[in-house]
T-cell receptor, first 114, second 114 residues
């Protein structure tokens, strides 16, 4: 079945540091890939997405590139802020199965210190 | 649209009592998902509906859990009887069909069973 693996946290950084959160996936079909963010006390919300190989999703300074050859979708940001502290979830939606049910990773907590 | 609306936001109940969680999806969305989030197990899919019909409830942990969707604008998740290990944050999410579309989450219900 489909699955998403992302690096365990917490990831602790100082403000303005470079961020990478690794994500790899397995899928039976040709999935779309997503990053969601969850701020404390809230539900998950979409951060960015990519729907085909080599697409780059971007939003709020975050970027991720759909790498089919390495089945990866790593999240990056050049300079993190304290306000980026949250839990980040990598996810896929596999069109091959026809059911479009999102599959989520375990989430990676990011803590940014001033 | 106001987004996915869940109620209550917080619920504290005694072991053995019945608990009902409520969800109003985004109008026009044809998929509805119930998730449970805990530190130990992360985000777990409990059940999902397509056009108000339950499609897969294999994630429902026990017969004490049940979910209904009587119409396109309302769903409930019921736990009867509740147990302390049911304490978690329960999320409802909705989406349109299609692998390229994201899931929209409610703010969640934090359930504490004492």
């Amino acid at each position: 079945g489909d699955s998403v693996t992302q690096m365990e946290g917490p990831v602790t950084l100082s403000e303005e540091a470079f961020l990478t959160i690794n994500c790899t996936y397995t899928a039976t079909g040709y999935p779309s890939l997503f990053w969601y963010v969850q701020y404390p006390g809230e539900g998950l919300q979409l951060l960015l997405k990519a729907t085909k190989a080599d697409d780059k999703g971007s939003n709020k300074g975050f970027e991720a590139t759909y790498r089919k050859e390495t089945t990866s979708f790593h999240l990056e940001k050049g300079s993190v802020q304290v306000s980026d502290s949250a839990v980040y979830f990598c996810a896929l939606s596999d069109r091959g199965g026809g059911s479009y049910i999102p599959t989520f990773g375990r989430g990676t907590s990011l803590i940014v210190h001033p | 649209d106001a987004g996915v609306i869940q109620s209550p936001r917080h619920e504290v109940t005694e072991m053995g009592q019945e608990v009902t969680l409520r969800c109003k999806p985004i109008s026009g969305h044809d998929y509805l998902f119930w998730y449970r989030q805990t530190m130990m197990r992360g985000l777990e899919l409990l059940i999902y509906f397509n056009n108000n019909v339950p499609i897969d409830d294999s994630g429902m942990p026990e017969d004490r859990f049940s979910a209904k969707m009587p119409n396109a604008s309302f769903s409930t998740l019921k736990i009867q009887p509740s147990e302390p290990r049911d304490s978690a944050v329960y999320f409802c999410a909705s989406s349109l069909s299609g692998a390229d579309t994201e899931a929209f989450f409610g703010q969640g219900t934090r359930l504490t069973v004492v």
